[in-house]
Every structure is written in C-alpha cells, then in structure tokens.
C-alpha cells in the first residue's frame, strides 16, 4: 500500500511540477506568483471558496466543476474571438493579488492546486502550462472567475459579473 500511495504523490506533481519548472525558467519572483504550501492553510481558503461561492450540493470531497454549484448570479461568456484566458486582465487589476486554482485531472481523479500571484503572471503561467479548469479568486472573497473545460469564461460575484457583462458590450 506505501508504494501505491507514492505513486499517487508523483501523478499528482506534474501540472505543479510543470508551473515550478516555468516559474523557475522565467525567474518569476514569489511577489508576483507562488504555490501556497500547507503553512498558507490553503485548505482553510478552499472551503472559504466553497462556502462563498457554491451551494451546499457542492461537496468538497468531489472536487469538480464548481460552476455547476455557484449560488451567487453569475455570467458567462463562449466562443470568444480570442482564447477566454487572454480577457483576464480586462477583467482583473494589475496590482491586484488573486487566488489562482488550477484543476488537474489524472485518472478521473481531480485535485485542485493552489496559488497567489498578480494577474499578468498567472496569464504568462497559464499560456506556458496547460489546465483542465481554473479559477481566479479575490482575496476578499468578492467574486470568482473561472475557465471551464468548455473555454467558457465564467464570473459570479456582482462586482465580477457586471464586468464581464460590460466587456460583452463593448466588443459587439
């Protein structure tokens, strides 16, 4: 059983082995981009996440599609001219650190990693790496956005939601 388990360790580590190694290449400083490790409590920031953002049917244990669970209004975009992750700095403040959640999935199995970081990073990561979906959340807890596995651009949260609405308007 100790060797199975190990084996999982090792899966689980290559989309965060893949952004360490960019990170590294880059020279990305920890202020503009760094995993949260155990001592950040990233496990007290998921279940905030869960419990500001999903429905009570949205179970921890099954980390998966969490936009299928949102309890705040929400609004999305598809089939954007461009891919939905180049639209995030319209949408995100510059100096803004956020929670970055990418999801990862090995076998049907899903695990989400943490990260914070500033918004023009996080693209830079996002177009080096590959993800399955991901989310970008306020510090604050204020809004989420996320990029599903359809490239749909999601928001929830009104000051996000009503962002994302105006940027519609502005490229029709």
């Known amino acids: 059983m100790v060797k199975k388990r190990h084996l999982l360790r090792k899966e689980w580590a290559s989309l965060r082995t893949e952004i360490a190694q960019i990170t590294e290449s880059k020279n990305i400083p920890e202020t503009e981009f760094r995993p949260l490790s155990i001592y950040d409590k990233w496990d ?24 299928i669970f949102f309890k705040l209004d929400t609004f999305s975009l598809s089939n954007l001219p461009e891919r939905p992750e ?48 991901l989310y970008l959340v306020s510090k604050k807890y204020e809004w989420l956005i996320c990029i599903n596995h359809h490239d749909s651009l ?19």
Request: aromatic share 16%; hydrophobic share 35%.
């Open 86 to 133: 180049n639209y995030l700095d319209k949408l995100i403040d510059e100096s803004e650190t956020v929670w970055y959640i990418v999801n990862e999935t090995i076998n049907e199995a899903n695990k989400f990693w943490f990260y914070e970081g500033k918004i023009k990073t996080i693209q830079m990561i996002i177009n080096e790496s590959w993800f399955d979906e």
């Open 154 to 172: 999601i928001a929830t949260g009104e000051k996000m939601t009503t962002k994302l609405k105006l940027m519609e308007i502005k490229n029709q």
């Open 44 to 67: 007290k920031i998921e279940e905030k996440i869960y419990r500001s953002f999903c429905t009570s049917g949205y179970s921890s244990k099954k980390k998966r599609w969490l936009w």
